[in-house]
């Protein structure tokens, strides 16, 4: 029986989209069998940054509203064959999202995957909602920014009331994932630093990802960061959260606190 | 080993606005669900299934939307006795 994983923030972009699909490529990198679900009804992305827009077929709605069988829906990634992607309706109202209808996906996928991979919308409305019904474990992506830290803290009363683990007296397992970290700036102090974002949230630490034009780059391709570039920053981080959300205990270390060479002479002068 | 990779790329701005366009074309194409390849999608498999019992998981529907062209493949498993059945 897979887990279902929802990536939630309250804020738009703030990268839901980005980590939905750099952690789903990274886990299916691994050889693990993972689909990604758009629940952003009306405004789909993921099939966009993941490059398989041009392959839609049939969404989710299609598949609730019993047009189209599951199976049907699904688009295989065409770089790593155990990464499967669930596109969002982009002509439909959100409306069309059921409870039940999302149900019956969730309990579906979970029988054949190892990971289910909600990407949720922004917001609290219906499709944020209904994306982290059914959640094992939720990813909250957090930019060191004020708003942002303050809708975090309002998705993480959610996840503790409205999922149906939190109703059945069950605990949601809930992770910090911290996106768009500039060091440079975090030195100036500038930027709320992680402990001050960990402090207030207090929820553990997934990864901190760094503000990186590898980011950028890879979503112009269509691909998910940790394929388009495995060696880059963004993509090593991607890859240390995935072996935390799998269990492995690895320290997360904080970008830009290991000085080099020119780091050690010029870093400073600033503050 | 950062600025050898930095130097061996090709810039990715060009692919975002060849892909954008591709796909705003067919998006703007589109009122409600109606656009011609979603429209053959789904007559075809009408017109199928009024000649056989179509089981829908036999049915592999492929799409691949380009600039000048996009391709549209519908795979049906027809099985040996499925005129009689109709008939």
């Given at each position: 029986?897979?887990?279902?994983?929802?990536?939630?923030?309250?804020?738009?972009?703030?990268?839901?989209?980005?980590?939905?699909?750099?952690?789903g490529a990274?886990?299916a990198?691994?050889?693990?069998?993972v689909v990604v679900?758009?629940?952003?009804?009306?405004?789909?992305?993921?099939?966009?940054?993941?490059?398989?827009?041009?392959?839609?077929?049939?969404?989710?709605?299609?598949?609730?509203?019993?047009?189209?069988?599951?199976?049907?829906?699904?688009?295989r990634d065409?770089r790593v064959e155990t990464l499967y992607l669930?596109?969002?309706?982009?002509?439909?109202?959100?409306?069309?999202?059921?409870?039940?209808?999302?149900?019956?996906?969730?309990?579906?996928?979970?029988?054949?995957?190892?990971?289910?991979?909600?990407?949720?919308?922004?917001?609290?409305?219906?499709?944020?909602?209904?994306?982290?019904?059914?959640?094992?474990?939720?990813?909250?992506?957090?930019?060191?920014?004020?708003?942002?830290?303050?809708?975090?803290?309002?998705?993480?009363?959610?996840?503790?009331?409205?999922?149906?683990?939190?109703?059945?007296?069950?605990?949601?397992?809930?992770?910090?994932?911290?996106?768009?970290?500039?060091?440079?700036?975090?030195?100036?102090?500038?930027?709320?630093?992680?402990?001050?974002?960990?402090?207030?949230?207090?929820?553990?630490?997934?990864?901190?990802?760094?503000?990186?034009?590898?980011?950028?780059?890879?979503?112009?391709?269509?691909?998910?960061?940790?394929?388009?570039?495995?060696?880059?920053?963004?993509?090593?981080?991607?890859?240390?959260?995935?072996?935390?959300?799998?269990?492995?205990?690895?320290?997360?270390?904080?970008?830009?606190?290991?000085?080099?060479?020119?780091?050690?002479?010029?870093?400073?002068?600033?503050? | 080993?950062?600025?050898?990779?930095?130097?061996?790329?090709?810039?990715?701005?060009?692919?975002?606005?060849?892909?954008?366009?591709?796909?705003?074309?067919?998006?703007?194409?589109?009122?409600?669900?109606?656009?011609?390849?979603?429209?053959?999608?789904?007559?075809?498999?009408?017109?199928?299934?009024?000649?056989?019992?179509?089981?829908?998981?036999?049915?592999?529907?492929?799409?691949?939307?380009?600039?000048?062209?996009?391709?549209?493949?519908?795979?049906?498993?027809?099985?040996?006795?499925?005129?009689?059945?109709?008939?």
């Amino acid at each position: 029986m897979g887990k279902v994983i929802v990536v939630t923030s309250g804020k738009g972009g703030v990268g839901k989209t980005t980590s939905s699909a750099a952690l789903g490529a990274a886990l299916a990198q691994g050889g693990e069998k993972v689909v990604v679900i758009d629940f952003d009804v009306g405004l789909r992305n993921l099939d966009l940054v993941m490059g398989a827009e041009r392959r839609v077929v049939y969404d989710i709605v299609n598949v609730i509203q019993g047009e189209a069988k599951l199976t049907q829906a699904l688009i295989r990634d065409k770089r790593v064959e155990t990464l499967y992607l669930l596109p969002a309706s982009q002509t439909r109202d959100k409306d069309n999202l059921t409870a039940e209808g999302v149900a019956a996906v969730i309990g579906a996928l979970k029988q054949s995957f190892d990971w289910v991979i909600c990407d949720s919308p922004a917001g609290i409305e219906r499709g944020a909602t209904l994306a982290m019904r059914h959640a094992d474990i939720a990813i909250v992506v957090t930019n060191p920014e004020v708003s942002s830290v303050r809708d975090s803290d309002r998705i993480i009363g959610l996840l503790d009331s409205k999922t149906l683990r939190a109703e059945n007296g069950e605990r949601v397992e809930k992770h910090l994932l911290l996106t768009r970290y500039d060091p440079a700036r975090a030195e100036r102090g500038d930027m709320l630093k992680v402990d001050d974002v960990l402090e207030i949230l207090s929820i553990p630490l997934l990864g901190i990802i760094p503000e990186s034009m590898d980011v950028l780059r890879a979503s112009n391709i269509g691909s998910p960061v940790t394929l388009a570039d495995d060696r880059s920053a963004p993509a090593i981080a991607y890859f240390e959260a995935v072996r935390r959300l799998k269990g492995e205990s690895l320290p997360v270390a904080i970008p830009g606190e290991k000085r080099g060479f020119f780091g050690k002479f010029f870093g400073r002068k600033a503050a | 080993m950062n600025l050898l990779r930095l130097f061996s790329r090709s810039p990715s701005a060009p692919a975002a606005r060849e892909r954008l366009q591709v796909l705003l074309a067919h998006e703007r194409a589109a009122v409600g669900d109606s656009d011609l390849v979603t429209k053959l999608r789904d007559e075809i498999l009408r017109a199928i299934s009024k000649h056989m019992q179509v089981d829908d998981e036999k049915v592999t529907v492929r799409m691949e939307r380009g600039a000048q062209v996009s391709t549209l493949a519908v795979d049906i498993e027809i099985p040996f006795d499925a005129g009689k059945k109709a008939a």
